[in-house]
């Protein structure tokens, strides 16, 4: 796999179209397409992995949200 350390997932979103369009365009050759295509399914792969960390995240401050929630104001809980 190719170093993605200093890959964004914008970034990798833009290189992931452009591996498209040139294939879609045809007139590569083969192993050139085959590079092509294995670094598009690397791309697909860091992408999910970027989303899937995300959706954790977001999972997290929901849930801290409605812990937050829960919690009684110290008015309300001593009656001031």
């Known amino acids: 796999m190719s ?3 200093d890959l964004t ?7 992931l ?3 498209v369009q040139q294939l879609e365009e045809g007139g590569l050759p083969l192993e050139a397409s085959l590079d092509k295509f294995s670094r598009g399914i690397e791309l697909i792969k860091y992408c999910n992995d970027k989303l899937s960390e995300t ?3 977001i999972e997290v ?3 801290e949200d409605e812990e937050i929630k829960d919690i009684v104001p110290f008015e ?3 009656g001031e």
Do not use: R
């Open 76 to 78: 309300e809980e001593f």
């Open 61 to 63: 401050l929901i849930k």
């Open 3 to 5: 170093d993605n350390k």
């Open 55 to 57: 959706e954790k995240k």
């Open 17 to 19: 179209e452009e591996i």
């Open 9 to 15: 997932f914008e970034k990798a979103m833009e290189e």
